[in-house]
């Protein structure tokens, strides 16, 4: 069994950081791409960033030059550094993970149980 377990989240004033960590655990036998979304009250789950076993990266518009991911393959951990923390970032972030269990079970999409980043103006 697959889990992803977050860390990081908490309160911070506008113009902070936070960094976000993400460790995929148990049957694992490959990790492919990894990412982070969060979901605003009211508001659909979005993409944040994602980043490739190769750690190529793709970002949202309202967080590129602010936000860097970055993942440990050896750990089958993934970050996401927050700076210049706005009080619009405020959600629940969920890190999202595809897997592969064995080497004869097919790519599976995992995520994580969410973490609270409230920005405080």
């Known amino acids: 069994q697959v889990q992803l377990v977050e860390s990081g989240g908490g309160l911070v004033q506008a113009g902070g950081s936070l960094r976000l960590s993400c460790a995929a655990s148990g049957s694992i036998f490959s990790v492919n791409n990894m990412g982070w979304y969060r979901q605003a009250p009211g508001k659909q789950r979005e993409l944040v960033a994602t980043?490739?076993?190769?750690?190529?990266?793709n970002y949202a518009d309202s967080v590129k030059g602010r936000f860097t991911t970055s993942r440990d393959n050896a750990k089958n951990t993934v970050y996401l550094q927050m700076n210049s923390l706005k009080p619009e970032d405020t959600a629940v972030y969920y890190c999202?993970?595809?897997?592969?269990?064995?080497?004869?079970?097919?790519?599976?999409?995992?995520w994580g149980q969410g973490t609270q980043v409230t920005v405080s103006s």
């Open positions: 999202n993970a595809k897997i592969t269990a064995t080497q004869s079970s097919s790519l599976r999409n995992y």
């Open positions: 980043i490739t076993r190769g750690s190529n990266t």
